[in-house]
């Protein structure tokens, strides 16, 4: 590991030093490298979308809302190859969670997110996405489908 010194002021770094706290660092090293982490991927994903991401959408809306549901699914079908898997949850008489683990193209990823978030009656919507390298393996097959031929992929996070 390579060290650097870095200036502040007495009051950022007191602010830098109670988030750190608040967060459960051990160390001011371990805060910095999930900061600067953090605003790398953010960077990578701000860029044109290219690359691939694993990412999880969560919103909640009401499922009262007239045809929301509906719509909503028709969404997540024209999706279908981005999404692993959907958590839904009742929070009360009216409103509903879901969380939607996703996979793919960045770009089709936020389309995605920005599809299900703009439907009406869809309250809060949040998208975290990690840049990932899609790496294929051509020598490693699917050991459930005997007599397939295809390549297994694995998606490993951007350091």
């Known amino acids: 590991m390579d060290r650097f010194t870095v200036s502040l002021d007495e009051d950022l770094l007191a602010q830098f030093d109670q988030y750190s706290q608040r967060r459960g660092y051990s160390n001011r090293s371990e805060a910095v490298r999930d900061i600067l982490r953090q605003t790398l991927e953010a960077e990578r994903l701000g ?31 024209a999706h279908h190859d981005l999404t692993h898997t959907t958590l ?47 790496q294929v393996s051509e020598d490693h097959h699917h050991h459930d489908h005997p007599g397939h031929d295809f390549p297994h992929v694995h998606h490993r996070p951007k350091t």
């Open 47 to 77: 860029e044109a979308g290219d690359g691939d991401c694993i990412a999880c959408l969560s919103y909640i809306y009401n499922h009262h809302e007239r045809e929301l549901s509906r719509r909503l699914t028709q969404v997540s079908h």
């Open 88 to 134: 839904h949850v009742h929070l009360d008489h009216d409103n509903c969670m879901e969380v939607v683990v996703l996979q793919g193209q960045t770009a089709a990823v936020r389309q995605f997110a920005d599809a299900v978030t703009a439907e009406t009656g869809v309250r809060h919507g949040s998208l975290h996405a990690v840049p990932v390298e899609r």
